[in-house]
């Protein structure tokens, strides 16, 4: 059974600090490609930041400068750091593991953490 589970969440005043973890089991984890999405309310999923397998990362330009995405493969985790947040950084946020099998893609999410940033 594949799972992902997020952790971390809160609220947060802004100007804050936070570090989600994404723990995954059921796959192998090396072997994936990982990405934190988010949700707003009212709002499309965003993706926010990307890992790829060999550690090359990706950020939106919304998240860019202050986020940094990383992953321990001995772990099976990945994580986001967000630094200087701003209330637009309140989202439930996802993980997600991605590759592709046969061309064909293959996903994998998490039930999401909330995060709040609010004073």
């Known amino acids: 059974q594949v799972q992902l589970v997020e952790s971390g969440g809160g609220l947060i005043q802004p100007g804050g600090s936070l570090r989600l973890a994404c723990a995954v089991s059921?796959?192998?984890?090396?072997?994936?490609?990982m990405n934190w999405y988010r949700q707003a309310p009212g709002k499309q999923r965003e993706l926010v930041a990307s890992i790829t397998r060999g550690g090359n990362t990706g950020y939106a330009e919304s998240v860019k400068g202050r986020s940094t995405i990383s992953r321990d493969n001995a772990k099976n985790t990945v994580y986001l750091q967000m630094n200087s947040l701003k209330p637009e950084d309140t989202a439930v946020y996802y993980c997600n593991a991605h590759q592709f099998v046969n061309v064909r893609p293959v996903d994998y999410w998490g039930q999401g953490t909330q995060v709040t940033v609010s004073s």
């Open positions: 059921g796959i192998s984890f090396s072997t994936y490609a």
